[in-house]
């Protein structure tokens, strides 16, 4: 077996406690009733401007299908968004962000910000931008081994 590579071992073990850290702020500021999940799904469909099924959604979030189910129905519920049948596929269905989807995720962005914002300043927008390419060199690199 190979020796175990420390720079390797300390570079994941900072993103483990970066992620951990990071979302834990982030919930706490986001607007009540709203978790990062649902943040993150509304985020998504926003930006892409179209419908997705459920499985392409679990598939974006590299989560199960039942877990984006879970997601999907809480925020249905809450009105944030629509899920219809694909008509051209009567197994399948396609969700899209609502008006009131688009003013909670406003909301949490606006609720975020500051504490993003802040986090780049502190560190150096120079040096946040110079860590991005290796950050999504590396998550290029994970994602295609899946």
Do not use: Y
């Not at 834990?24 to 500021?29: D, F, M, N, P, Q």
């Not at 009733?33 to 590299?62: C, D, I």
């Amino acid at each position: 077996m190979k020796p175990v590579d420390d720079l390797s071992v300390t570079l994941f073990a900072e993103l483990f406690m970066a992620d951990q850290l990071a979302r834990a702020r982030l919930s706490k500021v986001l607007p009540k009733g709203m978790e990062l999940s649902h943040f993150s799904v509304l985020n998504h469909l926003a930006r892409k401007h179209e419908e997705r099924t459920p499985a392409q959604l679990a598939k974006s979030f590299h989560v199960t299908r039942g877990a984006m189910t879970n997601t999907l129905n809480k925020l249905e519920i809450a009105g944030h968004i629509h899920i219809r049948p694909d008509w051209d596929d009567a197994r399948r269905k396609l969700v899209a962000i609502s008006p009131s989807g688009r003013q909670a995720r406003d909301a949490a962005l606006h609720a975020i910000a500051p504490l993003i914002a802040g986090l780049t300043e502190k560190l150096g927008p120079e040096r946040v931008r110079a860590a991005l390419p290796v950050l999504r060199e590396l998550r290029s690199e994970l994602e295609r081994d899946d």
